[in-house]
């Protein structure tokens, strides 16, 4: 293995530990509680960063038309990160209540447009240093490593985080600006060039002329995205304190990857389309458990939580090997950018759509998010094997 392969795996592997100890799903929700935000501002947490992440790049990826070096603005990125922690961090050391809500949510929007540049730019950077084959394979490495580490993290809090308190919040905060940092600077060696046609550079895509594969991608992602948002409702339907649960879900997210990565990326190396296909029906085993598993222990709902990181894991590696690898070049990028812009517009619809249902009827959304997914499932033989695809 070469070294910009090393360096690429081991830059992912920082970033991904960074994003593990950041979560929205865990972290900044204990963090707002122990700073006595008000409850509406939790429940923008994960819209914001999941959505946040994606909106922009449609944005981005036609002003990389004309901008070839995309290095520089993963770079970019990446600055853009490690400042956005830094300002969680201030705003919470300094203000409490609502004040402090709003420079975590504020500080939430500047991360997520900063992992926005970085998410489409190592797409480049990826298929670049690795052929198609292997990168579900880095992946996966990448990953596995993350999972590690934040499991050598998370297991001592599970025994020390009542003496710990609020101080176990700030520890994991500062690790994840350490980790975003170091992902940067193991990573500056590295360059990648793509350069677009005069076509693409002077006309491009836009949303009415992509080929079928593009829509057919967006459709079936728009459902997958339900394993993720998902997620929330296991700590909101089992019966136990936020703050006990905290390091239980850290850790079983953090052994989830750690077990699954690899695996994941050998058989997205082998087809994208079955790996999100088999990741679907895990996380509709996790969501049947929710439902008819007592949520009264911790052990339970860390298993079920783990079964849904593990199904989670797979259908974020599916969709980005993918991405990969049914399209080349600028018409890869611009994939990755259009289809990332249209799963944030339904994520935030989705959002929306789950709130007023939830509130109108009091429907059951875990049970409705499953169904869900089960049409995502059932739509994915729709989409071409990407592996057969013209380079």
């Known amino acids: 293995m070469n070294s910009a392969k090393l360096r690429l795996i081991a830059s992912l592997a920082s970033t991904k530990l960074a994003d593990l100890l950041i979560s929205a799903k865990t972290t900044l929700p204990a963090l707002m509680l122990a700073l006595g935000a008000p409850a509406w501002m939790i429940s923008w947490l994960v819209p914001i960063r999941e959505s946040g992440a994606l909106l922009p790049q449609a944005a981005i990826g036609v002003v990389l038309r004309n901008y070839p070096a995309r290095h520089h603005v993963w770079r970019l990125g990446m600055i853009v990160q490690s400042f956005s922690l830094l300002a969680i961090i201030l705003g919470a050391l300094w203000y409490e209540g609502m004040t402090a809500g709003w420079f975590v949510l504020g500080g939430l929007c500047l991360l997520s447009l900063g992992r926005s ?51 176990l919040i700030f520890g994991l905060l500062i690790g994840a600006v350490t ?29 009415w002329d992509f080929d079928a594969v593009v829509y057919k991608f967006i459709v079936v992602r728009g459902l997958f995205v339900h394993s993720a948002l998902v997620a ?48 679907g029906v895990l996380a509709l085993i996790a969501c049947g458990g929710l439902l008819l ?93 990407e592996k057969q695809q013209p380079a």
């Not at 880095?138 to 101080?167: K, N, R």
């Not at 975003?180 to 550079?201: N, Q, T």
């Not at 905290?246 to 989830?256: C, E, S, V």
């Not at 593990?310 to 950018?337: F, I, P």
Request: net charge negative; glycine share 10%; aromatic share 10%.
């Open 232 to 279: 929330p409702y296991f700590m909101l339907e089992t019966e136990q304190e936020a703050s006990s649960l905290l390091p239980f879900y850290i850790g079983a997210q953090a052994a989830a990857t750690m077990l699954s990565s690899f695996i994941w990326g050998s058989v997205a190396d082998y087809s994208a389309r079955l790996t999100l296909q088999l990741a």
């Open 179 to 207: 980790a975003m940092l170091l992902g940067l600077f193991i990573l500056l060696p590295v360059k990648s060039c793509v350069e677009a046609d005069e076509d693409e550079r002077q006309g491009g895509h836009s949303w």
């Open 117 to 167: 540049a970085c998410s489409l730019t190592m797409k480049d950077i990826q298929a670049d240093v690795a052929d198609k084959g292997d990168r579900g394979k880095l992946l996966g490495i990448a990953s596995t490593t993350s999972g590690v580490l934040t499991l050598i993290i998370a297991v001592p809090l599970v025994y020390f985080a009542d003496q710990l308190g609020e101080t």
């Open 293 to 385: 598993l007592p949520g009264h222990s911790l052990w339970i709902s860390g298993g079920l939580f783990f079964v849904l990181a593990v199904a989670h894991t797979g259908v974020r590696t599916g969709r980005k090997t993918y991405s990969l690898d049914v399209k080349d070049g600028q018409q890869r990028t611009e994939l990755v950018a259009f289809s990332n812009t249209a799963i944030g517009i339904i994520l935030l619809g989705f959002g929306a759509l789950y709130a007023a249902l939830k509130s109108a009827f009091d429907i059951n959304i875990v049970a409705t998010m499953a169904v869900m997914l089960l049409v995502g499932i059932g739509l994915s033989f729709i989409l071409p094997k």
